[in-house]
Structures are given as C-alpha cells and as structure tokens.
C-alpha cells in the first residue's frame, strides 16, 4: 500500500540523508520526495510516499521517531489529503510568446482558485 509520511526536521546539514539513509539500510524504497523550509527557518518539512504493509509502516516511523534530527513524524496516507503534479518547463522565448505565456498562465491559475 502506498503511504504519504510527513516529517518536521532541523534545518541543518545531513538531516535529509539520516532520513533517506534511514530508508536505505533497511531496504525500504522512497518513491517521491519533497523537502522544504518553514517558515521557522530552523527547520524543514520533508514529504515522502513509499510503499509499506501495516507492519513495516509501524517500523518505519519508530525508526524515523529515532532519529535526532526529526522533530515530528505524521503518516498521512488516511487523512483527507489533495494530491498534485508539478512540472517545472524551461522555454527560450522572444517578447511576444512570453506575453502568450504569461496570459494563459494567469487564465489557468483564475481557473483553479
């Protein structure tokens, strides 16, 4: 069953790769991972999803409760949750096709608000 873990962690360096090292040595497979600061800038939300049954989940978030540098772990996988896609494109354009971009963008974002 896939699952959407989240973790609050210190800011500092190495604590992403406690965390994803953390994933490694028991053999456990991340499939997406997003990390970013807070608003604290002491510290950092980390997202990641894995694939895990009831008791590797169990495993997984006393192992990540362990760690020094987590503060808080939440499996969010049965919370009502929105799930989206990004994509970052990079286009070389002239004036004109940026100004088409920049009209369609704003219509798309009208649109989802």
Same mark, same amino acid.
């Given at each position: 069953?896939?699952?959407?873990?989240?973790?609050?962690? #210190?800011? #500092?360096?190495?604590?992403?790769?406690?965390?994803?090292?953390?994933?490694?040595?028991?053999?456990?497979?991340? /499939?997406? +991972?997003?990390?970013?600061?807070?608003?604290?800038?002491?510290?950092?939300?980390?997202? +990641?999803?894995?694939?895990?049954?009831?008791?590797?989940?169990?495993?997984?978030?006393?192992?990540? =409760?362990? +760690?020094?540098?987590?503060?808080?772990?939440?499996?969010?996988?049965?919370? #009502?949750?929105? #799930?989206?896609?990004?994509? +970052?494109?990079?286009? =070389?354009?002239?004036?004109?096709?940026? /100004?088409?971009?920049?009209?369609?963008?704003?219509?798309?974002?009208?649109?989802?608000?």
């Amino acid at each position: 069953m896939r699952r959407i873990i989240s973790l609050l962690m #210190e800011n #500092e360096p190495g604590a992403l790769s406690c965390v994803v090292g953390l994933f490694s040595q028991r053999g456990y497979n991340i /499939e997406s +991972l997003n990390v970013a600061q807070t608003e604290d800038s002491s510290l950092s939300r980390l997202t +990641l999803t894995t694939s895990a049954n009831e008791a590797k989940m169990v495993q997984i978030l006393k192992h990540l =409760n362990g +760690l020094i540098d987590v503060a808080r772990v939440v499996d969010l996988t049965d919370g #009502e949750h929105i #799930e989206r896609e990004l994509m +970052l494109i990079k286009i =070389n354009a002239n004036e004109t096709v940026q /100004e088409t971009l920049n009209r369609c963008t704003e219509k798309f974002h009208a649109q989802i608000v």
